[in-house]
DNA sequence: AGAGTGATGGGCT
DNA sequence: GCCCATCACTCTT
């Protein structure tokens, strides 16, 4: 089981999110196969990039390979790997794991059994990622790590139209594995 | 299965 | 002051 390079993540999110389908997001004794990615490119009127960098988006403007994980809704994190050139503004935002290890833990961190990870929230709570995670590389040891065991990315993924957007809507940037919803 | 909605707080115009 | 890259709960088909 090796790290995912970061040469392979310094490339076009949409050519990095399905890239990611079934890599492996680990976060201390909790691991996950991704099944379910949002591509945000630069340009993109759905991206937090899209007006400029802040103080929040900083990170998405670095190096490929970190986390950018934000705040929204009053209650809620989303996690995002950096993509592209440093300066492009671009992230793949995780929206769904098959929880694979640590599920006593993720239980326990949601407050119910079942569907633990299927959301970008979600996903968050369960893995325990806040904005304590913000800017983490994912590509040197760390608390939290992105992986390959070598089942490879569907060769026909599954793409869609993002959610739970407002702008942008009509590119196909999310991806799924078959058999998730 | 799908639509509607309240919770709740930081970010940005 | 409004807008969310959401979730869970409720009510309706």
């Keep these: ?8 993540l310094a490339r076009d999110a949409v050519v990095v999110a399905p890239f ?36 929040r988006n900083a990170v998405m403007f670095g190096p490929a390979g970190h986390l950018y994980v934000y705040f929204t809704y009053g209650m ?11 300066g492009d503004g671009q992230a793949v935002l995780l929206r769904a794991v098959e ?17 633990i990870a299927d959301g970008p929230g979600k996903l968050c709570q369960a893995f325990a990622i806040d904005l304590g995670s913000n800017g983490t590389d994912l590509c040197r040891p760390g608390p939290v790590g992105l992986f390959d065991d070598g089942v490879a990315p569907p060769a026909t993924p599954v793409s869609s139209r993002r959610i739970g957007i407002s702008v942008g809507i009509d590119t196909p940037w999310r991806w799924t594995v078959s058999g998730s919803s």
């Design 20 to 55: 990611l389908l079934n890599k492996l997001l680990v976060a201390g004794e909790c691991v996950g196969r991704i099944i379910e990615v949002e591509a945000y490119m630069a340009f993109d009127p759905a991206s937090h990039a899209f007006r400029g960098m802040t103080n």
């Design 76 to 86: 809620h994190h989303c996690a995002n790997i950096v993509t592209g050139t440093a």
């Design 1 to 8: 089981m090796r790290r995912v390079r970061r040469a392979e």
């Design 99 to 115: 929880p694979l290890a640590g599920v006593d833990v993720m239980v326990a961190r949601r407050g119910r059994p079942g569907n």
